[in-house]
């Protein structure tokens, strides 16, 4: 069974950054598909960036050019960094994490890929 542990988060103001971190242990394969989406109470879950073992990755629209996301040191790391936060980005941010798995180019960011689930990281971007 995956298990993934996120970290990060916080209350930032406006323009603040954060950069989120979440570990995956219990793969048995190294092909991974590892993403964040975010929910806000009210809203549908929205996807927010997704990458594989391969480095095949993929930003939502609303984030592109504030928002990067890499592989940490190992294969079972994601890291979010968040810049130029918004109040739109307000929400609870969950690691999802996907194995065996591979992304094509341009991949929609949808939870259908997605069998593992973290608790949720709290992100506030408030003045």
């Known amino acids: 069974q995956v298990q993934l542990v996120e970290s990060g988060g916080g209350s930032v103001p406006p323009g603040g950054s954060l950069k989120l971190s979440c570990v995956g242990l219990g793969y048995t394969d190294d092909r991974i598909c590892m993403a964040w989406f975010r929910q806000v109470p009210g809203k549908e879950r929205e996807g927010v960036a997704q990458i594989d073992s391969s480095g095949i990755s993929g930003l939502a629209d609303s984030v592109k050019g504030r928002f990067s996301v890499s592989r940490g040191d190992a294969q079972n790391i994601l890291v979010l960094q968040l810049d130029d936060l918004e109040p739109d980005d307000t929400g609870v941010y969950y690691c999802?994490?996907?194995?065996?798995?591979?992304?094509?180019?341009?991949?929609?960011?949808?939870?259908?890929?997605?069998?593992?689930w973290g608790q949720g990281t709290q992100v506030t971007v408030s003045s």
């Open positions: 999802a994490a996907a194995s065996p798995c591979q992304l094509g180019d341009g991949a929609w960011i949808t939870d259908r890929t997605y069998k593992y």
